[in-house]
């Protein structure tokens, strides 16, 4: 398994360019954010003292990156790099050369935790160097860097990293393991590319909306209630229930949900697709 994973990591770190234009993208945009506030800080004196008044906390600064993949280009990216490392083994014709001596159910789950291991890599870069270039901003515009740092501090902005960024995780792989079952039945990049952003665009926009109209034809108020079986909202009901010790309500008719149910509903969905996949990809004809 061990060798399995080390060379599946190679052949990821091998292909610069994807690699280049894909995850380096977000380290880039880290310092670019940073260079841009200060050149704006630079420019404006009024925007300068507000900042000095108000600067940004190094636990919110450490959190941004991670956030990157709650929105359209976040998961954009992630879609295209998932995509390409798994739909590109049916195109360059790649799975033949390697699935007769080993285990498909080993080959796919090493594929996600090499996946899975570099876009974390990154997005870890990145939240050094937002860390660490915002702190030489503040250094040079004379602002503090919020809260002090002590080992109260420093473990509890640790813990709120590894919460918030296991949730955002977790939601952008039940959308990226959506759009990977569809490149592998399609066995094309392009599909499953484009499957990711509609399926990403509907999941996080359109299923509350839409099921709020339905019920406003209805007249039947339970529908809105359905809304507690997708991720999104499970999502953000943890983001809530972590950030401010509350149950997200997105209509005045959804329920409160417990902490534990949406725990349990992504599970559930993770676990679920993850056995979708793997049953689809055991009984594929590979090419």
């Excluded at 870069?125 to 702190?135: A, H, N, Y």
């Excluded at 740092?149 to 640790?158: A, M, N, P, R, W």
């Excluded at 039945?185 to 359109?206: D, H, K, N, P, Q």
Aim: glycine letters at 6%; hydrophobic letters at 55%.
């Amino acid at each position: 398994m061990m060798a399995l994973f080390r060379a599946e990591w190679r052949k990821i770190a091998g292909n610069r360019l994807l690699i280049s234009c894909l995850l380096w993208v977000w380290p880039f945009l880290g310092c670019a954010l940073t260079g841009l506030l200060t050149l704006i800080f630079l420019l404006n004196t009024d925007a300068r003292a507000n900042y000095i008044n108000e600067p940004i906390p190094w636990t919110d600064a450490a959190l941004l990156p991670w956030q990157l993949l709650n929105n359209i280009f976040g998961r954009l990216l992630l879609l295209a790099f998932a995509i390409t490392v798994f739909a590109g083994e049916y195109e360059y014709r790649t799975w033949k050369t390697v699935i007769p001596g080993n285990r498909r159910a080993q080959l796919l789950l090493v594929k996600y935790l090499a996946t899975g291991g570099f876009v974390i890599r990154f997005l870890a870069i990145m939240m050094v160097l937002l860390l660490v270039s915002i702190g030489f901003m503040n250094a040079i515009f004379g602002a503090s860097y919020p809260p002090q740092l002590t080992i109260d501090s420093f473990l509890h902005g640790v813990q709120d990293v590894v919460l918030n960024a296991t949730l955002t995780f977790t939601a952008a792989l039940i959308v990226t393991t959506l759009a990977i079952l569809v490149s592998m039945w399609t066995r094309s990049i392009l599909f499953g590319l484009v499957a990711g952003m509609v399926i990403s665009i509907i999941e996080s926009f359109g299923i509350p909306s839409l099921l709020f109209i339905a019920s406003e034809l209805l007249k039947i108020d339970e529908i809105l209630d359905l809304v507690i079986f997708f991720p999104t909202f499970n999502t953000d009901n943890l983001s809530s229930w972590i950030n401010s010790n509350q149950p997200l309500i997105y209509f005045d008719a959804t329920p409160k949900v417990p902490l534990l149910a949406s725990v349990l509903i992504l599970t559930v969905w993770v676990v679920g697709l993850g056995w979708l996949s793997m049953f689809v990809f055991k009984r594929q004809d590979i090419q």
